[in-house]
C-alpha cells in the first residue's frame, strides 16, 4: 500500500511543494515513481527510480527518497503545475498507485 | 511517435461485459502493456498488465474477472471485464510499461465506460 500526504496542498504560484509517498513496505528505488495528472488529460510520467526526471521534465521537479519514504519536490510552482500527482510502485508483477494529492491554488 | 489508442463501447449494461481495445502505433507491440482505470473524481487503480509472450498479471481484487490479451498481428491489446457493475464505471487507460523499472512511460487518453441499464 502506497499512502500519500497530504491529501491536498494550497499553494500559490512561485511557492515550494513537498508531497509525501510511503509505503507499507519497503521499495526498491529503481521501482517507485510519479506521475503529474492534469485535469482532463491521462497521467504523465515525471519521475521514475525515484529520482530521475523522465524526458521533457523541468529541473524545478525533484524525486528522492528511499525505503519506505519517497519525496516530490516542486521547487517554484508555475500555474501549470497545479494538478494532481500518484506515486507509483512495482513488486513481483504488480503495480501499485497512491491515491494521490492535489495541488491547488 | 508513440500513439496508444483505446476503443469500445462507452456504454454497458449491469452483469454484461466490457471489452475495450487498445491500437498501439509508433512502438513496437512485443513488449510490456497495461490497462489502469479511474472512477470519476478518484484515483488510478492498476487493472493488469500482458507481457508479450502472453503472460498476464491481474490486479488481485479484480482477477476473478479481468482477462488481458495481446494481438501482435494487428499490434492491439485488449481487455475483458465480465459481471460489470456501476462500481466499473471508469475512465479505462491503455499504458506501455518499459520493461526493468516497470513504469508506465506511454499512455492512451482514456475512455469512459458508463456501467448502467
Known amino acids: 500500500v502506497l499512502t500519500q500526504s497530504p491529501g491536498a496542498l494550497s499553494l500559490s504560484p512561485g511557492q515550494r511543494a513537498t508531497l509525501s509517498c510511503r509505503a507499507s513496505?519497503?521499495?526498491?528505488?529503481?521501482?517507485l515513481a510519479w506521475y503529474q495528472q492534469r485535469p482532463g488529460q491521462a497521467p504523465r510520467l515525471l519521475i521514475y527510480?525515484?529520482?530521475t526526471r523522465a524526458t521533457g521534465i523541468p529541473d524545478r521537479f525533484h524525486g528522492s527518497g528511499s525505503g519506505t519514504d519517497f519525496t516530490l519536490t516542486i521547487t517554484t510552482l508555475e500555474p501549470e503545475d497545479f494538478a494532481v500527482y500518484y506515486c507509483?510502485?512495482?513488486?513481483?508483477?504488480?503495480?501499485?498507485f497512491g491515491q494521490g494529492t492535489k495541488v491547488e491554488v | 511517435q508513440v500513439q496508444l489508442q483505446e476503443s469500445g463501447p462507452g456504454l454497458v449494461k449491469p452483469s454484461e461485459t466490457l471489452s475495450l481495445t487498445c491500437s498501439v502505433s509508433?512502438?513496437?507491440?512485443?513488449?510490456?502493456w497495461g490497462w489502469i482505470r479511474q472512477p470519476p473524481g478518484e484515483g488510478l487503480e492498476w487493472i493488469g498488465s500482458?507481457?508479450?509472450?502472453?503472460?498476464?498479471y491481474y490486479n488481485p481484487s479484480l482477477r476473478s474477472r479481468v482477462a488481458i490479451s495481446l494481438d501482435t498481428s494487428r499490434s492491439e491489446f485488449s481487455l475483458k471485464l465480465t459481471s460489470v457493475t456501476a462500481a466499473d464505471t471508469a475512465v479505462y487507460y491503455c499504458?506501455?510499461?518499459?520493461?526493468?523499472?516497470?513504469?508506465?512511460?506511454?499512455w492512451g487518453q482514456g475512455t469512459l465506460v458508463t456501467v448502467s441499464s
Open positions: 499504458a506501455h510499461i518499459l520493461t526493468g523499472p516497470y513504469y508506465f512511460d506511454y
Open positions: 509508433g512502438y513496437p507491440i512485443s513488449t510490456y
Open positions: 500482458i507481457y508479450h509472450t502472453g503472460s498476464t
Open positions: 513496505q519497503s521499495v526498491s528505488n529503481s521501482y
Open positions: 527510480g525515484a529520482s
Open positions: 507509483q510502485q512495482y513488486d513481483s508483477s504488480s503495480w501499485t
